[in-house]
């Protein structure tokens, strides 16, 4: 079997599996938000206030949604970033180096989230 | 017994080898694994509209990826403070930067769309030239719909 360092879960299957999984999460949160936007902006709200939309994002709940929000957004970007990455970027040095500097970035949105929603 | 048989078969083709009269010249050199086509050949290719679905819909990830820093920027100033949320409201209004979140927001509408085709051929459907033929030009209607309204709901 081949299995490879720099791929989320080193087992394709598994990978295809998250893949699939953080995607529902990741549409069904994007839905909610969607919906949200759209009740308020429409009909007699015309515009959304500061007071509704720091009121949705105070609630624990909706906290804890927006990180494992994030936590299913980070897997699907890395193993749609890796798969990306590793059709088109053939020097394996270039390749890992970028993808190294992704997983930074994927550390660095979780707690960018995270500090804004506990601040 | 198979065993024995095949190498029956075997001591036979080693025998009657030396009576073959060796080519001199091979006419045709043997494929041994997958070969890369000439890049430019791909400019005349007429692409199966599954393909373009696909390659689409690999195109908005990236989009997609890249915009994370700026919505975060944006998430993050929208629940910082009474002022800074209305200067998202503000930058949000402006005429380019309306085009950029009808823009982003096809680009997440075109990525759902396909995702869940994606989902719905992993559960077995759609797996017929035809019926794959359908379903990619259906995603491609759903989604220019709903692009379509996005586009009435900023505007």
Redo the contacts between chains.
């Keep these: 079997m081949v299995k490879s360092i720099s791929s989320l879960t080193n087992s394709g299957v598994h990978d295809w599996l998250w893949q ?1 999984l953080s ?2 999460v990741v ?1 069904a949160y ?1 839905l909610f938000i969607f919906l949200f936007l ?1 009740i308020n ?2 009909g007699s709200a015309n ?2 206030s ?1 007071a509704t ?2 009121g949705l ?1 105070g609630m624990l709940w909706m906290k804890i949604a927006t990180v494992i929000f994030m936590v299913a957004l980070i897997v699907h ?1 890395w193993i ?2 890796w798969t ?1 990455l590793t059709d088109y970027v053939h020097c394996a040095f270039i390749r890992n180096t970028l993808l190294f500097l992704f997983n930074i970035g994927y550390l660095i ?1 979780l707690i ?2 995270i500090s ?1 929603l506990w ?1 | 017994m198979s065993d024995k048989n095949s190498n029956k078969n075997s001591k036979k083709t080693i025998n009657k080898e030396p009576n073959k009269e060796p080519n001199k010249e091979p006419i045709k050199k043997h494929i041994t694994g997958p070969t890369n086509i000439g890049i430019l050949s791909l400019i005349n290719y007429q692409f199966p509209i599954q393909a373009i679905v696909s390659i689409l819909h ?1 195109i908005s ?2 989009i997609l ?1 890249i915009f ?2 700026i919505v ?1 920027w944006a ?2 100033n ?3 403070s ?1 002022k800074t ?2 200067t998202v ?1 503000n930058v949000f209004n402006n005429g380019g930067v309306e085009f950029v979140i009808w823009f982003f927001a096809s680009m ?1 509408i075109w990525h ?1 769309c396909a ?2 085709k994606h ?1 719905i051929m ?1 559960l077995g459907h759609f797996e017929t030239k035809t019926s794959s033929r359908i379903a990619s030009y259906m995603c491609i209607a759903i989604a220019a719909a709903l692009i379509a309204l996005l586009g009435v ?1 900023i505007w």
């Design positions: 699939r995607a529902i549409a994007t759209l902006t429409l515009n959304l500061y939309w720091h994002f970007i749609g970033i990306v949105y960018w989230t804004i601040r | 690999r990830g990236v990826f994370i820093p975060l998430f993050d929208s629940l910082y009474h949320f209305h409201i997440l759902m995702g869940i989902l992993d709901w």
